[in-house]
Every structure is written in structure tokens, then in C-alpha cells.
């Protein structure tokens, strides 16, 4: 009705919560190490199509009336007033568990692309002392989070972490959370909406409730610098940041470093390394408990010290020229039905078949970060990583609030990971077809790495010029952004999207420059686990995919200044473009193994060659 709508008109319209961003923080680094209250579990959730939660009927802010849900007071006790409008009755809509993806929750969910809501209680904190933070390890792709009917806070990117202080929203009794979360992506988020994985709506990393004390150490950086020294970059956040003394120590190395904040709680220090320390490396991956203490808050993690770094066309690991024995990787665990809810023992099992079953030192990550708990368990288990956020395919280069969102979910992630030796390599993007916006878009990325983190190599996977005229393949690697970065990595389909002959991948020649490590980033052919076809090897058959193996990595061997491969893929991972009623129904079917973790044929192709490569440094 028209009287109610002039009177919404006039209500002010608040303005939209705060944007979580890197700059802004709070960035909580090593968060996951920190006393806090896990809120995975139980949770209700509640489609929302038309995000009325969040613009009514006619655009204007919703009243609580038609809100999502009835707000609860400290006691747990429902408001209670008969002429409201409950139209989303969280409370009594049904529940899922979290961490994961609602695409799994129930059929008619399977590809439910918008805004979800979500929703419940949790106890306030015993005995309140110092501050609190509600942190989401990620959720995709834009976040909505209010407290106690209060809205705290947005969230813009899928797979970066972000946190909201709550010190003073926080009750001593029940607390009601409710948090939106929509995956539509559009011509403006990073990625788009065309990618090749699926798009998993929803909270699919674990959201908790970390405490720390008044002033705590925010951001830390801990790592053995080329020059041969642990250096640290500490930062302290609250009202005793300015000028405050802290430590950083190594107890298992008898390390102690005193140092003293800035006037904006700045610490940089470096020490020599300790001779008798354990280098990190895939073979070695020793870690060691590392601590910073400011007054009365001490921040933990546990770090491995190691050097990467090229020279000429070798890659240098410790100062030793190391390949790279790796394959790709999406975020989704092995099974029929998976949901991109990462455990440990999850992010083991896939990684384990890199490290025990391809004889592996690396993993590409793609292509986006993955769950923190997959990086820990890299620098647990000794895989080098590369690391890289969602720029794929074609990006809004010339949108400003696309670059801003992207540097955001760079930096993100890099200062959620750079205390992690396994990383190896940042990587900016994949296939991305060469144009003036994005070279300029490209090049600021690789900007912001070098400023974040100058211990590491930068690379992005690209895309090269086929020589059409030539009878044999012939590729050359004309991107300009090769220029800039430290590793070059090209992704190559030829004998798979290219009718060439198998045969004829051994006459390839790859015109790249002679000056820079090169790495095959990516490489497959899909296979159908069980499908076999010894006599044709028809594409899509298991016998089809391993010699496309044997041809590409016979290839590869020719190639003088080849550092190192991450094939795609280890897992088939599902993929809503990949309908080929036959052979994928929904999976991209590039796995050396199959989603429920059957070994193709090619597995033990790839495995030998490893093992063969390993041996002989
Ligand atoms: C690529 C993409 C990857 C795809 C793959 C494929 O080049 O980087 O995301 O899944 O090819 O299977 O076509």
C-alpha cells in the first residue's frame, strides 16, 4: 500500500555495515591458534530468492517487522508482540551443520545460487575479560553478520578469512548470530560467474568466537630471510599498542629476541639463524613452536625456516635447486557428495596421495585459497604450495571495485599464510586472455605481492600463442606480464582440446624465455574411472588418459629450463559445465583419481615418473 510505502520512505535509511578488509582489520593472523569458542554445529538457515532480508519489499531497509527473524534478549527468551510479521521464522526454520555448503543440504538446494540465511544462539563468555571477535575462516561469497539484532559487519570474496569485533554487542547470557551469505556471482566479483568448479554457497569454513586480551598482538610475520635471518614483523592492536616491549622466542632453538612497538604498534626485528636449526624443506618439514608475547597476551604459531628462490632458470630451495613433483587441486573432499568442508583428516587424505602416492613435494592450490587447515597440514606434512586467489579467465579488468576487491582477497590471503614455509610461490591468476586492463590490473597484483611478501616467488598461470601455420606444435609465450614475475607457468591442453596426435606432442618446441624457471601449472585429459578402451584408447578412457600422460611428461623432458608441473587434476571435482551425459555428469573428470578416490591408470603413470624424478636429485 502506498501509505506505508511513503512512510518507509521517510524512515533513514542507516548505512550499510562496515566492509571487513584487509586494511581495515581486524586481521587476527593465526587466529586458529587462539582460546576460542568453535560455532560449527547445528545452525538454522532459511532461503531468501528475492533478498527481502536485506531490501524489503521495495528497496528501502527492512523493519523488523518483516525481518529475518525474532530477536532473542540475554535469557534466551523470544520477543513476544502479535501484531509482527514473522515471515522468516529462523527459529523455527530447519537446520544444517556448519561449516558447509548448503548445495548439499537438500535436493532442492543442489544448485541454489542467492542469499541464504543463517542463524542461532551461543552462551556469552563465563568471566568477560579483555575483547572478543566473531571470525569466519571464509564463507561465499558476500557476508552479512549482525549480533543481537545489530548488523556488524560485510564480507565481500569466498575464500579469505575475516573477523568483527564484538567486545561490546557480546551479552553475558544467550547471543543470537545471524549471518547472510549470498553466492551469486556477477560480472563484478573475482571470480565471475563462468569458471569451471562449482560454486559452493554458504559458511563452509568454521566461524568462532576468539578472545584475546585489551592489546594483542594482531598481525605477526615470522620467517628466515635469504640473507640467513629469522625475522619478525609484529604488529599490537588496543590501547597499550604504542611503544610497548615484546619478545619473540624459539624455545627449541634457545631463540630470544626482545624488540619495542612504534607509535602506531609497530615491531621489526631480525636475528641470525641459529646454527643447528632444522631447515624446512618437503623431505625435513620441521616446525617449530614460535611465540611473541606483549604483556599479557602471547601469540603462537609454528613455523618452518627455509629459503626459496631463482636464480637463472633454476628454482633454489635452501639454497639447492628443487623440481617441482606436484599436481593440482580443488577445495573438495574425496566422496560421493562432497560439500567443501575441509577437516584435517580430510585435507590429509587428499595431500597424503600427493606426498605417499604420486611421490609428490608440491601442490598447486587452485584456484582460489583453500581452508587454512590445507596449508597447516602442507607445513605438517612437507608439500611446497602454491597459492594463488580467483582472477580466472575473464575478469572486469577496467572496474575499479573489481581491482579493489581482488588486492583485498590477495591480501588476505597473504597475510593470512605467510608464516607457512610450505608456501612457495603467490600466484596472481590463471588463463587470463592478454589485453591492455588486464596487464595494468595484473601488474598491481603483482605490486601488492612484492610489498606484502618479498620472501617468496610470484608467479601466474598463463596462457601461450599457437603457431597455426606449423605442421608440428610450435607455442611461444608472448604475455607481456612474463616480464614481471619470477616463475613462469603455463597451463597446456595440446593432444586434449587440440586434435593433436600423441605422437606428435614429442616434436613440440615451446619458445619461452631461457632466463626464468619455467613450471607446467597444468596439463590433463579426462578419464572415467573404470571406463576402458585398451584397443582404440578412445578419449575418456583410463588408457587414453595415461598415454596422454606418458606423451606430455616425454615432452616435458625435452624441455631445458622445465622446473617443475602441478598436472590437473589429482581429484574429478564437480563442475556445472562439464555435462557429457556419458563420462562426466557433472564432474570434470581430469583426477588421476575419481571422487570417491579410485585410482585411474594414469595415477601410476605420473607416480613412477615421480618417484624416478625424486630419486635422481
Ligand atoms: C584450465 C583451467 C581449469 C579447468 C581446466 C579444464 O585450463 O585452468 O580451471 O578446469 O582447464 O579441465 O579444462
Redesign the pocket.
Known amino acids: 500500500p502506498m501509505a506505508m510505502l511513503a512512510a518507509q520512505e521517510r524512515l533513514p535509511v542507516p548505512p550499510p555495515p562496515p566492509l571487513a578488509t584487509a586494511e581495515a582489520g581486524p586481521l587476527l593472523v593465526s587466529a586458529d591458534m587462539r582460546d576460542g569458542t568453535d560455532l560449527s554445529g547445528p545452525w538454522h538457515y532459511s532461503i531468501d530468492p528475492f533478498r527481502a532480508g536485506l531490501y524489503g519489499f521495495h528497496g528501502e531497509q527492512p523493519d523488523k517487522g518483516q525481518l529475518r527473524y525474532r530477536e532473542i534478549d540475554a535469557r534466551g527468551e523470544m520477543a513476544a508482540d502479535s501484531r509482527i510479521l514473522y515471515e522468516f521464522d529462523m527459529a523455527n526454520s530447519p537446520t544444517t551443520t556448519l561449516p558447509s555448503s548448503w548445495l548439499t543440504e537438500a535436493p532442492e538446494l543442489r544448485h541454489y545460487q542467492g542469499l541464504m540465511w543463517y542463524q542461532r544462539t551461543f552462551p556469552g563468555p563465563a568471566k568477560r575479560t579483555g575483547r572478543y571477535f566473531l571470525r569466519f575462516g571464509a564463507a561465499n561469497y558476500t557476508t552479512y553478520v549482525y549480533l543481537n539484532g545489530q548488523p556488524i559487519g560485510r564480507h565481500e570474496g569466498g575464500f579469505t578469512p575475516f573477523a568483527f569485533e564484538v567486545t561490546k554487542l557480546l551479552r553475558d547470557g544467550v547471543n543470537q548470530i545471524t549471518v547472510g551469505v549470498d553466492s551469486q556471482a556477477t560480472e563484478a566479483t573475482v571470480p565471475p560467474p563462468v569458471?569451471?568448479?562449482e560454486n559452493y554457497g554458504g559458511i563452509t569454513r568454521p566461524i568462532r568466537l576468539v578472545h584475546t586480551p585489551a592489546t594483542y598482538v594482531d598481525d605477526a610475520w615470522v620467517r628466515m630471510t635469504r640473507d640467513g635471518r629469522i625475522a619478525v614483523d609484529a604488529h599490537l592492536d588496543g590501547a597499550g599498542a604504542a611503544n610497548r616491549a615484546l619478545t619473540l622466542q624459539v624455545p627449541e632453538l634457545r631463540l630470544s629476541l626482545a624488540g619495542k612497538t612504534d607509535a602506531s604498534g609497530h615491531w621489526r626485528g631480525s636475528v641470525n639463524a641459529p646454527t643447528g636449526m632444522t631447515r624446512w624443506s618437503p623431505e625435513r618439514p620441521k616446525l617449530y613452536d614460535v611465540t611473541i608475547t606483549a604483556g599479557d597476551d602471547t601469540w603462537r604459531d609454528r613455523i618452518g625456516f627455509r629459503t626459496i628462490e631463482t636464480r637463472g632458470s633454476e628454482i633454489l630451495l635452501n639454497g639447492k635447486p628443487v623440481f617441482l613433483r606436484g599436481i593440482s587441486l580443488h577445495e573438495e573432499e574425496i566422496g560421493t557428495d562432497p560439500t567443501r568442508a575441509i577437516t584435517p583428516a580430510s585435507a590429509r587424505a587428499l595431500l597424503g596421495e600427493i606426498k605417499d602416492g604420486l611421490h609428490g613435494n608440491f601442490v598447486r592450490l587452485?584456484?582460489y585459497p583453500h581452508n587454512e587447515v590445507m596449508t597447516r597440514t602442507a607445513d605438517e606434512m612437507g608439500l611446497l604450495v602454491w597459492s594463488e586467489v580467483p582472477v580466472?579467465w575473464r575478469v572486469a579488468w577496467s572496474n575499479p571495485a573489481t581491482l579493489a576487491t581482488a588486492r583485498n582477497m590477495l591480501a588476505e590471503n597473504i597475510l593470512r599464510d605467510r608464516n607457512r614455509a610450505s608456501i612457495a610461490i603467490w600466484s596472481v591468476a590463471?588463463?587470463t586472455p592478454v589485453t591492455d586492463a588486464r596487464n595494468t590490473f595484473l601488474t598491481t597484483l603483482v605490486g601488492d605481492v612484492r610489498k606484502l611478501d618479498d620472501s617468496r616467488l610470484v608467479s601466474a598461470?598463463l596462457l601461450v600463442e599457437r603457431d597455426r601455420t606449423a605442421t608440428r606444435p610450435v607455442m611461444t609465450l608472448a604475455d607481456p606480464l612474463a616480464s614481471q614475475l619470477d616463475v613462469l607457468a603455463i597451463?597446456t591442453?595440446n593432444g586434449w582440446?587440440s586434435p593433436d596426435k600423441l605422437s606428435d606432442l614429442a616434436k613440440s618446441e615451446w619458445r619461452v624465455p631461457a632466463d626464468k624457471p619455467l613450471v607446467f601449472s597444468?596439463f590433463?585429459a579426462?578419464a572415467k574411472a573404470g571406463f576402458h578402451d585398451p584397443a582404440k584408447g578412445q578419449k575418456f578412457s583410463e588408457e587414453f588418459q595415461a598415454d596422454y600422460y606418458r606423451a606430455t611428461l616425454g615432452m616435458a623432458d625435452k624441455l631445458p629450463t622445465l622446473r617443475g608441473m602441478s598436472p590437473?587434476?589429482l581429484k574429478d571435482f564437480r563442475?556445472p559445465r562439464r555435462q557429457n551425459p556419458d563420462f562426466q555428469q557433472g564432474w570434470?573428470r581430469?583426477g588421476l583419481i575419481s571422487e570417491t578416490g579410485q585410482r585411474k591408470e594414469a595415477f601410476g603413470v605420473l607416480s613412477d615418473y615421480y618417484a624416478r624424478k625424486g630419486a635422481a636429485r
Open positions: 569458471t569451471d568448479w587452485a584456484h580466472y590463471n588463463e598461470a597451463n591442453y582440446y597444468e590433463g579426462d590437473w587434476i563442475s570434470n581430469k
